[in-house]
């Protein structure tokens, strides 16, 4: 993966568009780590998770100055991630987003795909 940056989000904006108007399958995981309120009682463990989930979106977005955020507007609703720190579009055709922490643990995961997740 590669550092989400101003120079490359045409590059990940053209990714995502090419998803557009097909049905796709969404991975989406969001997590404030398993161990936080082991650490620290006062902490609250959030997190949310969706693999092959179906959709098909008319609009997709990429926004933000670092981190980014991704917004996906489908015929009923939305779909939402932010904190967007990597990317790629791996060997499968399928986009791979990726929010990293300070230490560098994945902090939220934004993947689509044409075939479903493994």
């Known amino acids: 993966m590669q550092a989400i940056n101003k120079e490359n989000l045409a590059d990940i904006q053209k990714a995502l ?8 399958y969404l991975h989406l995981e969001t997590t404030s780590g398993v161990y936080t309120a082991y650490r620290d009682k006062s902490q609250l463990t959030v997190g949310c998770y969706i693999r092959n989930g179906k959709i098909r979106f008319t ?7 670092g981190p980014y955020r991704v917004g996906l507007k489908m015929d009923l609703g939305w779909v939402y991630a932010e904190g967007l720190t990597d990317w790629e579009v791996d060997g499968e055709g399928r ?10 643990k994945l ?3 934004f993947e689509l795909s044409r075939t479903p997740f493994n």
């Open 107 to 109: 902090a939220c995961a």
């Open 95 to 104: 986009l791979l987003l990726a929010g990293h922490n300070a230490e560098g």
């Open 59 to 65: 609009t997709g977005k990429i926004t933000g100055a």
């Open 17 to 24: 568009e090419s998803f557009r108007g097909e049905e796709v």
